[in-house]
């Protein structure tokens, strides 16, 4: 059976329930004579009378009763759907997946989620820390985060942080038996702990001054985790190159020192992105929304 068939037996089922065309004709808000031209329609279609009528009365025969019976548990189902649809357009529901760095993930949308969800108890955050560039559509996430250098041009891209900035560390210990370097060129021969990610790739030590080129320092050491560089340096192992949220408070306890800041480049803020629908649920519309108030908050 043709699936177009379907819409005609939600009118039949409000004929057989109110054993009236007119009614049904005012439930459904269409015309009586499409009403009956509708049952006319299904009833060839099924090779079936479902419905006695007379100038006075109309009741559905043994195979619409039968028909009916089927129906109705189906369509009660599907109208509980729609409903649930509705309040997904008109009130934040749901569940949403975003995929973002883990220094974004544990130094800003931890937070954001945490007063986010207290806003809005019917929403529910799944919050992905991923090194690697995701597919998110593809990979089923709602939205991530990342710089506007990583962003493609077909996604929708909205401000949610401060801009970002990468770190230069040691600890006291490694500087008492090491110079300090000045420059990215007096990394050479220093102690490097370097940082590999998922994808196999070692993450670049970028520096900017000028017109200087970026150094890629030799490594000692080779982590797949921040913190773990970060532990590593505190240890006096040598110079991590992190998230400067990572060492905060390694620097304002002493453990650690901060180098090269001056040729540190910011990384750019950070923007919630996502791909353009015609209709967004209430749930993405609501955090886009208090993700855009707090990025505006803090500045």
Avoid at 279 to 296: E, I, P, T
């Amino acid at each position: 059976m043709d699936r177009s068939v379907l819409p005609d037996l939600d009118v039949f089922a409000a004929v057989a329930r109110h054993q009236s065309f007119r009614a049904a004709a005012t439930e459904r808000q269409i015309s009586v004579s499409l009403v009956s031209k509708t049952i006319r329609r299904l009833e060839e279609e099924l090779g079936v009378t479902l419905l006695t009528r007379t100038t006075r009365s109309v009741k559905p025969t043994a195979a619409g009763n039968e028909l009916l019976a089927q129906l109705e548990p189906s369509l009660a189902t599907i109208q509980r759907a729609l409903e649930r649809l509705n309040q997904h357009r008109e009130s934040p529901l749901g569940t949403l997946k975003i995929n973002a760095p883990a220094p974004i993930a544990q130094f800003l949308l931890a937070d954001l989620a945490a007063r986010f969800t207290a806003l809005h108890p019917g929403v529910s955050l799944e919050i992905t820390a991923d090194a690697a560039m995701a597919d998110i559509v593809r990979q089923g996430y709602d939205a991530g985060v990342r710089i506007a250098k990583d962003l493609r041009q077909d996604m929708i891209a909205v401000r949610i942080g401060p801009p970002q900035r990468y770190a230069v560390v040691g600890s006291p210990a490694y500087f008492a038996r090491r110079p300090i370097p000045q420059t990215p060129r007096d990394l050479v021969g220093h102690d490097c702990i370097r940082r590999r990610f998922p994808g196999g790739g070692l993450q670049e030590w970028a520096f900017q001054r000028r017109n200087s080129t970026p150094d890629l320092p030799n490594a000692r050491l080779i982590v797949n985790d921040a913190q773990i560089a970060v532990n590593a340096a505190v240890a006096g192992g040598g110079l991590a190159y992190v998230h400067e949220k990572y060492v905060e408070r390694e620097l304002a306890a002493g453990d650690l020192v901060r180098v090269l800041q001056a040729w540190s480049p910011g990384i750019g803020p950070p923007y919630l992105y996502y791909p353009r629908q015609r209709f967004l649920s209430a749930a993405m519309r609501a955090f886009v929304d208090f993700a855009k108030d707090a990025a505006s908050d803090s500045q």
